[in-house]
């Protein structure tokens, strides 16, 4: 309440303090704008029109048997239908670190330096929500999964976008030390990159690294593709880089990994303070989630190496298979190195709104696909971008693409 009895939220105030249900919108005014995502909508238009939805990025193939199994023989078993442990439980946290310690050499201790979460997604909105004070700056990669600038806000601190340009999308290292203020407190970075497929390389974490302690920032890393990378392109964790450890809190999660995208398994790791202070959030949320699937996916992760250089292969395979596709169709293809999403532009086909593009693309040719305006701070940034997923059947894509290929005619 501000002085004259009117409510005031970040400079908000109702005009005269009469009838809040009538003066002042239900919504508050941290989430103004933040409407229906983008993936809704668009999954919506999809089911309407019978077209193939090539727009959220869920795959149309469950992950390995013997998982799934592993999740029916939790729930028979009684392991995890009652609340789990607030951390998540104990043999999840340890697979966490062991599959930290085979890939990235981190050695995360799963008592104090893991904590499972309901996906990547609350473990984005805890992290936001224990580490920011309000009218906090956060700098993020732009175009931006959406999520982020939702969170941000609703922990009330100020999003600040770094945006990432075609054709190449690397991050400007000078343009970001730019940016950094007295009230930057955060940066949130997202490697391999959704929606623009780069991934950060070393040299490029390295200066986002020294970048960080030199200005004593906390870095939240979303990690959630870490697996999903091709060439000669490599992940590697920001927290193994000198003087990370302490300032920085990686984000993972099963779902892309391992195909189950419906079981919201995720987590975070860091130092035992940071962990710690995530949790005090999470715990606030959902406090626990996905009971019998973290013993399922305690497995996915000690998976043989075989497992996760097949997902890559496979989904390597797709991209080309759409990219090919794509450009046949008269799209220009901006080669994505990692996630399973492909950025395009709409120009050579003589189109020039994304949004626009998207709504009719359904009706015209059968096929639902992302604007990646929305995913822009200024919505001309990325106006004439569009984001394809896939992480679908051959044949699916084979068909999107024959699809396509009208608008080339
Ligand atoms: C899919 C996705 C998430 C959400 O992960 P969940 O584990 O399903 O919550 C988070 N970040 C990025 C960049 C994603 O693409």
């Not at 999954?43 to 469950?62: E, K, M, V, Y």
């Not at 976008?161 to 970075?189: C, G, N, Q, W």
């Not at 959630?224 to 193994?240: K, N, R």
């Not at 998207?358 to 701070?377: H, K, M, Q, W």
Request: proline fraction near 6%; charged fraction near 25%; charge should be negative.
């Amino acid at each position: 309440m501000s002085e004259d009895g009117t409510r005031s939220i970040d400079g908000y105030t109702s005009e005269d303090g009469g009838d809040v249900s009538t003066e002042r919108p239900l919504l508050n005014r941290r989430l103004n704008g933040f409407g229906t995502t983008i993936f809704a909508e668009m999954s919506a238009l999809a089911t309407t029109t019978g077209a193939i939805n090539l727009g959220q990025g869920f795959p149309d193939t469950d992950g390995p048997e013997a998982i799934r199994e592993a999740a029916v023989r939790a729930l028979r078993e009684g392991k995890g239908n009652q609340y789990p442990p607030g951390p998540g439980v104990p043999e999840l946290r340890a697979a966490i670190s062991a599959h930290q310690e085979r890939f990235h050499g981190l050695s995360p201790d799963p008592d104090t330096e893991v904590l499972v979460t309901a996906g990547a997604t609350e473990a984005i909105a805890a992290a936001m929500l224990a580490l920011l004070e309000p009218g906090d700056e956060v700098i993020a990669f732009e175009p931006f999964y959406d999520s982020y600038t939702a969170c941000i806000a609703m922990a009330g601190a100020k999003h600040v976008p770094l945006t990432l340009r075609a054709p190449s999308f690397r991050p400007d290292l000078d343009e970001l030390r730019s940016k950094i203020t007295p009230r930057t407190r955060l940066l949130l970075l997202n490697t391999p990159h959704n929606p623009t497929g780069t991934v950060l390389t070393r040299e490029e974490l390295t200066a986002i690294a020294a970048l960080a302690v030199e200005r004593d920032l906390l870095v939240v890393t979303d990690e959630v593709y870490e697996h999903l990378v091709y060439d000669d392109s490599a992940h590697i964790p920001i927290a193994t880089f000198p003087g990370m450890h302490e300032r920085t809190v990686t984000i993972s999660s099963a779902g892309k990994t391992f195909s189950f995208t419906g079981w919201k398994v995720g987590w975070i790791t860091g130092s035992s303070a940071l962990v710690a202070a995530v949790r005090t959030a999470k715990q606030y949320l959902t406090y626990v989630s996905s009971g019998p699937f973290q013993y399922a996916i305690a497995e996915a992760l000690h998976l043989p190496e075989t497992y996760f250089d097949g997902i890559r292969a496979d989904m390597r395979r797709k991209r080309d298979l759409l990219g090919d596709g794509l450009r046949a169709a008269g799209f220009e293809v901006y080669q994505p190195q990692g996630t399973y999403f492909i950025t395009t532009d709409i120009t050579p086909l003589g189109e020039k709104d994304a949004y626009a593009f998207c709504r009719t693309l359904p009706e015209r040719c059968g096929v639902v696909a992302i604007p990646n305006s929305v995913f822009y701070d200024d919505p001309d940034a990325g106006r004439s971008q569009v984001r394809f997923a896939f992480c679908k059947q051959d044949d699916v894509l084979h068909e999107a693409t024959n699809r396509l290929r009208r608008l080339a005619s």
